[in-house]
């Protein structure tokens, strides 16, 4: 038998089986709870439609890199730019805002962590 190809660092193991979780409970939570969302910030069911979508493009994100994807990366690199339009029109702190900004960079580093043959980036296809 083959060797695996690709082995990850368990840290990007655990940051990745996270961020999964976490936006899959984060569209069903949107799914599951429109009216509350909508009452309590006064949101327009298009920017409520565009959070669903944007929770529900992380989880694919999330999956592509597990795959070993590159454009899953590129993907939240883009995402984070969008929710955070999104959370400025929400009047969300600028904090918070920056916070979410910075998700890309702190994956980037995940992805650097590890000897040689565990190093994600590098073996992104």
């Not at 984060?26 to 944007?54: D, E, M, N």
Request: net charge positive; glycine share 8%.
């Amino acid at each position: 038998m083959d060797a695996p190809r690709h082995k990850r660092n368990p840290w990007l193991s655990l940051l990745l089986v996270l961020k999964l979780l976490l936006s899959f409970a984060t569209t069903v939570r949107y799914l599951g709870q429109p009216g509350r969302l909508a009452a309590v910030q006064s949101v327009h069911p298009w920017l409520y439609l565009s959070l669903i979508l944007a929770s529900s493009a992380d989880f694919v994100f999330t999956v592509a890199l597990i795959r070993w994807k590159k454009w899953g990366f590129y993907g939240f690199c883009v995402l984070a730019v969008y929710v955070a339009c999104l959370n400025l029109s929400l009047h969300v702190k600028a904090t918070a805002v920056i916070e979410g900004i910075l998700g890309p960079v702190l994956l980037y580093g995940a992805l650097q962590l590890g000897p040689e043959g565990e190093k994600g980036w590098p073996q992104l296809d």
